[in-house]
């Protein structure tokens, strides 16, 4: 099976702006996680989707948000963009309750 | 709040020695996860424990789940610089959420 995929792999975005990020789970996945990791605050939980409906949320201000489709492909929104949202975003899928599998993680840089 | 607390937080070591990362909740998971990360990427599920006490082998790597199903460990064996990297436990909790621990950024020397 093919892995999780994310892109865009690098983002450089301006300080005000939006951005959406995009996820591809592995194939029978229904389960897809969001994460923002950066050196300071290590692995933060975004939300999960599971079957197109948010089952879990972190702690993360409204401007963070996402959505999943029918075919379990998910994407995440951040709009207003802060110097601060500067960080490596993960997604990852899982089946059952097994472990998670993430992708290769979007960078992406506010200036 | 359910949290993950990993000890060390930095390990930096000498090819050959062996080592343990330590992985403790207050907090009892369903199963408990070990991922490791390098720079850029995502982390890579190692492996699941799901019944207290088991005991897991993948070559040089020994892995633990406690009885009470609160804590973990990782054991290395004869450490190799390949094996460098960031260590990630992540308990499973009653509502499907992932709790992922501080991480243990490991650094074998050859």
């Known amino acids: 099976k093919a892995g999780v995929t994310q892109t865009p792999r690098y983002l450089i975005k301006t300080r005000g702006q939006q951005v959406t990020l995009s996820c591809s789970p592995i194939?029978?996945?229904?389960?897809v996680s969001w994460y923002q990791q950066t050196p300071g605050q290590g692995l933060q939980f975004l939300f999960e989707?599971?079957?197109?409906?948010?089952?879990n949320k972190g702690n993360f201000p409204g401007r963070f948000s996402g959505r999943q489709f029918s075919n379990s492909r998910s994407e995440m929104n951040v709009s207003t963009l802060e110097l601060g949202d500067s960080a490596l975003y993960l997604c990852?899928?899982?089946?059952?309750?097994?472990?998670?599998?993430f992708g290769p993680g979007t960078r992406l840089t506010v200036t | 709040t359910q949290l993950l607390e990993q000890s060390p937080q930095f390990l930096s070591i000498q090819e050959g020695e062996n080592l343990t990362v330590y992985c403790n909740s207050s907090?009892?998971?369903?199963?408990l996860q070990w991922y490791r990360q390098e720079p850029g990427e995502g982390p890579v599920l190692l492996v699941t424990?799901?019944?207290?006490?088991e005991v897991k082998k993948l070559k040089r790597l020994t892995f633990q789940f406690g009885d009470a199903r609160k804590d973990s460990s990782l054991h290395i064996t004869a450490a190799q610089p390949g094996d460098t990297g960031l260590y990630l436990c992540?308990?499973?909790?009653?509502?499907?959420?992932?709790?992922f621990g501080t991480g243990t950024r490991l650094k074998v020397l050859a």
């Open positions: 989707y599971f079957s197109e409906t948010q089952r």
């Open positions: 194939s029978g996945h229904r389960s």
């Open positions: 992540a308990g499973l909790s009653g509502t499907y959420k992932y709790i």
């Open positions: 907090s009892v998971f369903s199963s």
């Open positions: 424990v799901v019944t207290g006490g």
């Open positions: 990852a899928s899982s089946e059952r309750t097994s472990g998670q599998y």
